[in-house]
């Protein structure tokens, strides 16, 4: 599992850093509205010296940057020893131009795709437009484990399973993949210790980074704790609609 660290400020990275124990490779949230380049280039340091010149570090921009800011700030993060870059603009010719311009620029930096397949009307344009090295892939979004094992296979890129702020439900969907992935195609840590990163869960045993793993197993729900975190009766039959609308569409 690979620790997340959001757009903190550097000296809160340490702190961060550890609610992942054992984690050896770090997201760093980077592109931050409201924030600087030196903002990122602060927090990416810090968290290259917390965890030392041996541990893996990434940075995911959400789609935050332009082209131009990009290959700039993407520049300037390389020093620090720069795993990949995720999704550093928002459209798949972007990503392309970012990877092409860091190549002809000597900047050994790859550059991966989470929106761009996820969000997309067609998830496999972006491995066919060579617009990225590596692929982020979440179950859920995709439609689930088998829908994302056929997206990666006609993909035919390394990819890292990862996930939303998720409970422990969706987290072990995320394992479930990881874990049916064909020999090789897994490049490096799963992004699912994000568990960490909620104020609870709907089960006793949470599924937490242990020494930096996760064991793949389903949690058993707690009725407690589901009550304990429950949403509005508003929201509920918000939810309860929808999947109703999705399933109406599908039966047609």
Known sequence: MNATIPAVSADEVPGILASFP??????????????SLADDVARVRATREALGDAAKVR???????????????????????????????????????????LSAAGVAVRIAADESVRKADDPLAVARSGAADLLIIKAQPLGGV?????????????????????????????????????????????????????????????????????????????????ARHETSP???????DRVARCYGMLAA
């Not at 720069?82 to 459209?91: G, K, M, R, S, V």
Request: aromatic share 4%; hydrophobic share 45%.
């Open 59 to 101: 940075v995911d921009a959400n789609a935050g940057w332009s082209v131009t800011e990009a290959v700039t700030a993407l520049t300037a993060l390389a020093p620090f020893g720069i795993d990949y870059a995720e999704q550093p603009c928002n459209t798949v010719p972007e990503l392309a131009a970012v990877r092409d311009q």
């Open 22 to 35: 054992g984690c050896r490779t770090a997201k760093v949230k980077v592109a931050e509205h409201g924030q």
């Open 234 to 240: 508003e929201r509920t039959q918000w939810w309860r």
């Open 146 to 226: 088998t829908r994302a094992l056929n997206i990666i296979t006609q993909a035919g890129l390394p990819v890292v399973v990862s996930s939303a702020l998720d409970t422990s439900v969706g987290i072990s969907m995320g394992l479930q993949l990881a874990a049916a992935l064909p020999m090789g195609m897994l490049d490096g840590a799963c992004g699912l210790g994000t568990v960490a990163l909620l104020d609870g869960d709907v089960t006793e045993a949470s599924l937490l980074p242990i020494e930096g793993r996760i064991s793949v197993r389903r949690p058993r729900l707690d009725p407690v704790r589901i």
